[in-house]
């Protein structure tokens, strides 16, 4: 072609023809041709090229289908025609052309043709003199990309002649730039003479690795076809083959098809059945591998692994290496066993350690120290900057991870430099976030070497070859389809736990329970050991929600017996134990008010672990780094400990603790003040530990009684000063912090509070009552019992107040005449008033407070004798509940509510259930409700209970 393109223009310049031309003539008489034209004439000469190429009227052939089959990331040709292009399009690929230096910065990813000589599109291709001399000039860009190309891939050469004038300068070039980075490129050879050993030798001098059509196949006498028997031998290499090979040579096979994954610290199971997918087996997320037709890929491994010790060592340094690196690969994906036709190998790994620890295990602590040292290495630096990811400093973490992503690029070091930007990508996002919550973060230092979101998109794309073919299991890891993928995979396990428990489906062999588990063990252990950022993300906690509702919910009914049915046994299969993992997601995932209606909506009222005291450490680490961001100040750091150190809270409150941890909770929560911990908080753990569970002691007692009389003070200091007198809020009017009275026990008796009745004392004496809880009468001296009823009821014949007439009837259940006619003359007003409210028209306010509420309560005193029923039968007929409890034995029971035995204690129960006919009317009710279904599963199960322990 070049020939005749040169006749062409010798053509034009009326020179003599010639069979063939120098290498010197074909860039002389192209430049000679553009030289004798007159500036407004140089479009001639472009048109002259153009024409003598384009008119053989070329089509794609066989050999662009093969080169584009082999799946390359880029073409560089010195072309200037559409060929490759047109061939792309063909076979439905995309290629962009790149042609010029303003071509370069819209490459995005490793999908392009690079037009090293320019094109005739451009008017840019090199073909005479000073176009070679002025290329660095005009082509520094793509210059510079050829380097990286030379540098990071290996170059095969396609329809060039091994003395071809373009080949060796390209070769001169790239081996001057890159020296020992220099990759040696492969030279498909297809001229006739065989090449001698000296030719060969001169060639790979020069840096370039020749290979031979003649040596595969001589009856090929077109080029075309010479070129398809390199195709056609390249398909049938497959350096992961075993077929055919020994037990060491497949041992060795194994060795590098895994080697590349040990390089990181945990792996899924996926990225192992990724590596092995060719290879006639199945690895399973049961930490299984399954072999078929007598696979000899693990033969040798599983003979090794079953040597002593000694045996093992005694082994070659090479095959010790091979298989130390192949175990260590299948222990960080946690495969246990490997399975033939015949038998199953159990391998026997050291003990594995899961994810990161320190993360696993809420040590900020630790951590925080981490990061406050200076790092050398690469590899540590990465770790420090997780971690400061982990105490939620993601500004920090996101300038320490660029760094570090430049560096490991430098240094070759692409798993890391991967890594390292998909969580720049992440924490960008989450900084950006964190702007408008708290307007703290500032990225505008280090915004022009943030990824753009164009650039993440193929991230992995533009990495080499080699490093994409080795890790192809971590393409999806940078960007959201990772966590979109986790969600899919979530929803569609525990999709399929939830439908094993509700048909009651008997399983065998690996459960949905188990995969369940192993799927969110997966997830935690990859990313975090891994180092990369994702359990911020909404996507990845409503997947971790998912899964662990899923396990709870088969938690909750694992212990439930079932019935033999048509003599089948039912199944057996292994129980369900949480542990600190389960214990973190939880932490991690939730909100507070998500765990407790998850485990109200399990009937959870007991979460068991598998060991306690793993469970205490990891709270007490979050409870020592809450008192090291307490004292620093920074705010974002200080919330970001609370919500997890509020979830805890939470779950402990469903945990069997020791005695020492109880005492450990009490005295923090009771000494500390948080923004997210509120009083009912501290109220609920108590509630869960010391009432229901007895964990009282002499430091519970001390703590919660100091925490009691501080509150107390500040509360009365603050009447005393008129200033604001909410103290300790709660989210529940009901709760404050007078119910700390309630847990001021020890064994099992109520504990009498000096300090509370000194102060008890000051009440009467200033008359503020306001401050006196029923919760304190307990908990102080019997005098000062006698003293305070003493005194309200003075204070009532005085002034009437239902809330101290409440406070007074508690302790002493008889009242006087004249406080029972102020009582009536209350009750007469709230009736009317109430009546009034319903019979208003129009858009009103929720009420404040129950209607009758008071009439009610009236009713529920003569339910129990508390007071007389003398005067009270004239509010007969105003509430069904006041009806209820005014004439219990004579109720029209059609118009019973069952919601009102909720709020019912075991008093007003039992005294119901002892009268046979009232008994009978409940019970009927009851049945007939949950018959009807009318009330929620919770609000059934509790009707449940009432029933059978006071009805039947």
Known sequence: MWNELTNAICTKLGIKLQEDYSYEECLKIPQMYYSSLEKNQKNEYFKTVEDAINNKALLPNAVHREMLALDPISFITTNYDELLEEAAGKYCLTYKPIACDKDVPSIS??????????????????????????????FKLIETLLKSIFATNTVVFIGYRLNDYNIKLILNWAKELLKSDFREPIFFYTDDEELSPLELKYHESKGVAVLEWGKIDKNKAQFPDRYLTFFDAIKKIDVFDYNGKNDNEAFKTLYYMLKPLDELKALRYTDI??????????????GSIRIWDNNVLFSRFIEIDKLQKNEKEALSKETYKMYKTIKSVLAKACIYWIYDNKSVHTINHDEIPFADPYCIMFDYKWMNNYVKKQYKTIDKKYTQAFYLYKLGRYNESLASFLEISRRAFDEKNYLLFYFAKANCFKLRKIVENSNSLFEQYNPSEIEDDLPIEKQVENLFNRLPFEFRKNYESLKDIHGQILLYKYAY???????????VIETNT????????????????????????NGLVADVFTEYKTSVKRIMESILHKYSVQDKQEILVNNILPNREEKIVLDEIDFNCLVECFEDKELVRLLKKNSIFLLEFKNIKVIENAVKNLLDYFMV????????????????LKNAL?????????????????TFIMTNEFRDILIIDKVLFLDSQIYNRKMYSDKTIKSIENALLNYFDIHKKALDEGTDTNVAPSTNVNISYCNLANYLKLDDKDYVSRGLSERVNKIIEDEQYQLFSVSYFKHITKKQQKNLREAIEKRLEKQFDIRLLMLFLE??????????????????????????????KGVRAYPAKRKYENIIQAGYWCFLNIIDTTGLEEFLGVADEFDFYY???????KKFDVRWLFDMHDVELRKMAENGEVSRNIRQCIIESIRTNNYSKLDNDKLKDILVKYFC
């Not at 569609?492 to 736990?497: D, G, I, P, Y």
């Not at 961001?629 to 997890?644: P, W």
Request: proline fraction near 1%; glycine fraction near 4%.
């Open 506 to 529: 008997i399983e065998y062999g690996t459960t949905s329970g188990y995969r369940a588990i192993n799927r969110v063990n997966d997830y935690v252990n990859f990313l975090l050991a």
């Open 273 to 286: 059945a990724k590596r092995l997918s060719k290879n006639n087996l199945i690895v399973e997320g049961n």
């Open 811 to 840: 302790y002493k259940p008889k009242i006087n005449k004249t406080i029972k006619n102020q009582l009536l003359t209350f009750l007469r007003i709230e009736k009317e008033n109430d009546d009034k409210e319903s019979t208003q």
């Open 650 to 666: 939470v779950l402990l409150r469903y945990i069997n603790l020791s005695q020492e941890f109880v005492d450990y909770i009490c």
């Open 887 to 893: 004439q219990y034995e004579k109720f029209d029971y």
């Open 629 to 644: 961001v307490k004292t620093s100040g920074v705010f974002n750091e200080y919330v970001h400990i609370q919500s997890k």
């Open 489 to 499: 995979e979530a929803f569609e396990a525990a999709h399929k736990v939830d439908e």
């Open 109 to 138: 990813g490793d999908r392009y043709i690079l037009k090293m000589h320019g094109d005739f599109k451009h008017k840019n291709f090199v073909l005479k003199e000073e176009d070679y001399l002025n290329y660095s000039e005009k």
